[in-house]
């Protein structure tokens, strides 16, 4: 029996529906910032990345820090690359876009590869890029949330590491770390940002990143200062290294309570393979895209192999307008979200399924959605052809 | 009866301890960032903000963002300064200094008034400097956290507007705000930047300022872009605004749980008249440095109208060492603060006395405060002379 009051059940691409246990620890009483108490528990938790994100080489560096999951890309613009550099950016949607305009702010030369809404650029189209110019990063949006598009890590980071071996890889990985597979070490990664609010199941307002040892070394050479301040990795670092090794540290205070909520939704996460979680996702994912094109509608992301396994984003009938059939949903208990590419955005809504939705199925959540947007969809005057 | 578990008490300067109801706001159930709700409570939160500014002019612009105090300093760097511009820092200790490497990072020209440890600058220098150059800003910590040192407002704006009227005020208001009187319409001032887990008695995690229209148009005319992407004004301007208006508007995730938390604090300080507040913080400072003063110890802060009136910076005598008295007071169930002011970190303790442990007598904290000093200084080897 869950603690939390009945309320609308949140099927948006994060914010997410949130464990009891984590929202209980978003009201840990106060402690101090520096205290052995909160210092082991923030110390914890970063050690609990090293796990979320598969890496064992410890030169790799997680950092948690108060902010959104947009910090993240102030993180990597400010510190990662120096004005003048040159920087790819693979552009899926919304969110790619997003980080391009971040890099412009920090001085970066922008180079997009884009793809038409609802693809993503393809292996040789990216080739052909690198090797038209030396890129210090190249940077991927592994789930686009504006579009549910996947992107490959894997492949990618091959074909980076074979064509073009100096330039940092950098996942923005919010819609994905802990659904889709992540191997930070084996694939070798460079950075990954992301937030949270989202399949790690801890509420808004942590950005949180793992850097490799390649990484770190690009940072500490860098020619000039850090472009930010409060995003500055030459203030962060010995302060996520300080906690880690357990000794109090400070540079700007964090959030002991949403440590405690981070601590406790890895906790849970790790105490089975992540391999079965990524499973879980991917079987509900499944059964959700089934029921979507059994209502006979499309996803924004065309090809199944490009299809995020947290998320769906569904093309709309002609006849039923978003503004019409989301408050319907919302009676009916479920919040799913609008578009948010600008292309497309009066045209499809997204469903979010990640985290507690989908790895506790006694929820009923997906049932429930699924149910509500077949019932929905023929009260808004849609009949399948 | 609280609903906390029962521990340590928590009476540095910042983190401070929470009230019940603000606590379990944090726990709120899962909310979209961008529902009718949570826009509701959001706008809220920012009209709020006003009243705690003591600022009706409709031109000033309130920011609630993710992030910790410090992120206001780049909010202020970064968007309210150019490169190349002069700011002329007043300087009371650690804060302070930060405050100034920030401005650097963003390419300003950086002049301090400096003043010896446990003093702030006085008004004679401050017009001395502002006559020498034409500042665009000055900034003035409200409250060092480091001392304890009190500045002045009222005196120090009427100065810059009589000698320097086109230098915007920006006042880092982090361990002020909430306990000190901020009046930002009748005082004339630009900006007030602080964080959520201090006086205002919301966990950390937000960073709130408010900005007048003069700071806005500052802004605004700015010839070349924002320097920050994720503490861009053009980017969360529109959305501030937004929210305001209860319209649903998105740059960046907020952080529900916390602008719940901060909304119910907003309130519960808002019931009552703010002087009473100001009165109530100024009563119980007032006996607490009575009793330091019995003890024959002296303030960091050595003049009694620079003194802080949430927080007392108390040096320790020569024959206790902080590292043995500090750990004497957490088994006293008491957590004070070390020093944390470069040249004088090992001497003395700091004494946090902001919200609930101040409005709420009824908790007790001031008077086991006192005594487990007075006890822990005894076991701790001092007699008064």
């Known amino acids: 029996m869950s603690s939390q ?28 910032h520096v205290g052995p108490a909160f210092v082991a528990t923030f110390g914890e938790t970063l050690s609990l990345l090293r796990k979320l994100f598969q890496t064992t080489d410890p030169a790799s560096q997680p950092f948690v820090l108060s902010g959104s999951g947009t910090l993240g890309w102030d993180l990597v613009a400010a510190n990662l690359v120096e004005p003048g550099e040159d920087v790819l950016v693979l552009t ?28 993503r650029p393809q292996l040789p189209d990216i080739e052909k890029a690198l090797l038209e110019k030396k890129y210090k990063m190249i940077t991927v949006t592994h789930v686009d949330t504006s579009t549910g598009v996947l992107s490959e890590l894997k492949n990618l980071s091959e074909l980076v590491h074979r064509v ?37 199941g801890c509420p808004a307002g942590l950005s949180i990143s793992m850097f490799s040892g390649r990484a770190m070394q690009a940072f500490q050479s860098r020619k000039s200062p850090s472009r930010s301040y409060f995003a500055s990795m030459k203030n962060w670092t010995p302060i996520m290294q300080n906690y880690e090794a357990k000794k109090p540290s400070y540079f700007a205070t964090p959030s002991p309570q949403l440590v405690h909520a981070l601590h406790t939704a890895l906790t849970q996460i790790l105490t089975k393979p992540l391999a079965e979680r990524f499973a879980k996702h991917k079987k509900a994912s499944d059964r959700i895209k089934g029921a979507v094109a059994d209502l006979g509608l499309k996803q924004v992301a065309a090809n199944p192999d490009d299809q995020a396994h947290g998320m769906t984003a569904i093309y709309l009938p002609d006849e039923v307008k978003a503004a019409e059939l989301l408050p319907n949903l919302s009676k009916k208990g479920v919040i799913f979200a609008g578009g948010i590419h600008k292309a497309i955005a009066q045209k ?38």
């Open 164 to 200: 073009s071996p100096d330039t940092l890889i950098v996942v923005d990985g919010v819609c994905s770390v802990a659904c889709e597979e992540i191997a930070f070490d084996e694939w070798k990664l460079d950075g990954v940002v992301t937030a949270s609010q989202k399949a790690i």
């Open 5 to 32: 009051p009945p309320h609308s059940t949140l099927l948006i691409p994060g914010p997410i529906e949130f464990d009891d246990a984590v929202l209980q620890s978003m009201s840990h009483y106060s402690e101090s």
């Open 348 to 385: 499809y809504i997204r469903f979010g399924h990640m985290g507690v939705s989908v790895t506790q199925p006694e929820r009923g959540d997906i049932d429930k959605a699924i149910k509500a947007l077949q019932d929905g969809l023929t009260e808004c005057g849609y009949q399948k052809a």
């Open 92 to 119: 899926t949607g919304y969110f790619s876009d997003g980080f391009a305009d971040c890099f412009k702010i920090y001085g970066a030369n922008v180079t997009q590869v884009t793809a038409p809404v609802g693809s």
